[in-house]
């Protein structure tokens, strides 16, 4: 496939699993997506059982942005705003957990691995490793399905609300559709440790050329 392009280094099997992936996933369009706001929607629960709606921006931007906003609305009318950045992030091991979240994401859209700067490692027959060398101890495992689609995507983060270290999964799930130009699954699905996932709809992409701070 000639159009494939990668300046990531690795072994060449890792490469090779990159290069299918990104196929799979783009074919003939691989978008480089070096900073993109991910809006993501999902409904939840609240007190008495009442129907909120969730909607999160994700946010992220080469190689150390990254902001995640969330807003709940009930029947349209806004409840509360939560907002975490690595922005000015002081505590070191929230700021590892932000950073490494961000590196999910951007793994999970493929197509950022491909950038300088990034090493990868097969670790097993359809799975590889993919580290940046400005932060080489935050590891993303991306493991195939035997089409070499995406099955998920899993790093290692810091949970605050119980202080500990957890698996932290990325799973494409409902099919993929095409939002602003870049093929996206239906649903991303957000996983710690053997917990049951939360899903999400991808309801739009947007590229954008520099840093946007969102407001909260």
Do not use: C
């Not at 590891?139 to 089409?147: G, M, S, V, W």
């Not at 709809?201 to 946007?212: L, P």
């Amino acid at each position: 496939m000639s159009f494939f392009l990668s300046l990531a280094r690795g072994d060449f099997e890792a490469r090779n699993l990159l290069k299918e992936a990104v196929i799979a996933r783009y074919a003939t369009r691989p978008l480089p997506l070096e900073a993109v706001v991910l809006t993501l929607r999902r409904h939840e629960r609240a007190f008495l059982g009442l129907p909120l709606s969730l909607t999160v921006e994700a946010a992220y931007a080469e190689p150390d942005r990254w902001s995640w906003q969330e807003r709940r609305t009930f029947f349209g009318i806004p409840l509360s705003k939560r907002s975490y950045s690595l922005d000015g992030q002081a505590d070191p091991l929230l700021r590892e957990s932000l950073r490494r979240q961000q590196w999910a994401f951007r793994a999970f859209l493929l197509t950022p691995l491909t950038r300088e700067g990034v090493t990868l490692k097969a670790v097993a027959e359809r799975a590889f490793q993919a580290v940046h060398d400005s932060q080489p101890e935050d590891i993303a495992t991306l493991y195939l399905n035997p089409d070499f689609t995406l099955a998920a995507v899993e790093v290692e983060r810091y949970r605050a609300s119980d202080e500990r270290h957890l698996p932290y999964m990325l799973r494409p799930e409902g099919g993929y559709r095409t939002l602003n130009g870049v093929n996206l699954p239906v649903q991303i699905a957000e996983r710690w440790g053997s917990e049951p996932s939360i899903v999400y709809t991808v309801s739009a992409i947007e590229q954008i050329n520099r840093w946007q701070q969102r407001s909260a």
